[in-house]
């Protein structure tokens, strides 16, 4: 996990009181006893959140799921501050170790296919940031009390995003199967006999 030393603690808090915006702020101050520390993916994950609920006209309350294309940092804000989380599938976690996330509201009935939200940290555009930019190409090591200023300031400057077309899963009936290598019972995807752990 990170590690972080006292000064730099006290060093982001400070950067954190500077913050104007008391909604931004608010998001903050639940993402950081959640995540451990404000880092510059949460940041970037609280950041692309609040464009898709713009760009989706999300409502307050109303479910989103989430596909995050990392899995570090930036999925915590959109489980702790959008209720989209691994454990309701609102939150799924397609590890490319790309900076982007792909957001998309609830399917009326019936309906198998749905706009979504596709936003990436653009490199385009960090590059008008240079600390950010090499931050973002770990072409220097910096740490996030370096990064998280000029995320705040940068705001969605550093982001671009389009709408995608997103299908929604078909739900099908849970087949429970038992495996018969190992004996125990696991949710059949198509017609394997054998566990994911006895695949291997
Ligand atoms: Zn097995």
Redesign the pocket.
């Known amino acids: 996990m990170h590690k972080n030393s006292q000064l730099e603690k006290e060093t982001m808090e400070a950067i954190i009181k500077q913050v104007k915006d008391p909604e931004l702020l608010s998001q903050i101050e639940k993402v950081v006893p959640f995540h451990g520390f404000l880092t510059s993916g949460a940041l970037i994950g609280i950041q692309m959140l609040n464009i898709a609920r713009r760009v989706l006209d999300v409502q307050e309350g109303e479910r989103i799921y989430v596909t995050c294309e990392t899995k570090s940092c930036m999925p915590d804000p959109f489980q702790i501050l959008a209720g989209a989380t691994i454990g309701n599938n609102g939150l799924k976690i397609l590890n490319l170790g790309k900076m982007a996330v792909t957001v998309n509201k609830q399917a009326p009935e019936g309906v198998n296919n749905i706009k979504g939200v596709r936003i990436l940290l653009d490199p385009e555009k960090t590059k008008n940031y240079p600390k950010l930019h090499a931050w973002f190409l770990n072409t220097e090591k910096l740490p996030h009390v370096e990064i998280v200023p000029i995320l705040l300031d940068a705001g969605e400057k550093v982001y671009s995003w389009k709408l995608v077309d997103i299908e929604v899963p078909v739900r099908r009936k849970k087949r429970i199967q038992c ?1 018969k ?4 019972m ?1 949710i059949q995807h198509d017609n394997e006999l ?2 994911g ?2 695949t291997e």
């Open positions: 495996c290598n190992c004996g125990e696991f054998l566990c752990g006895c």
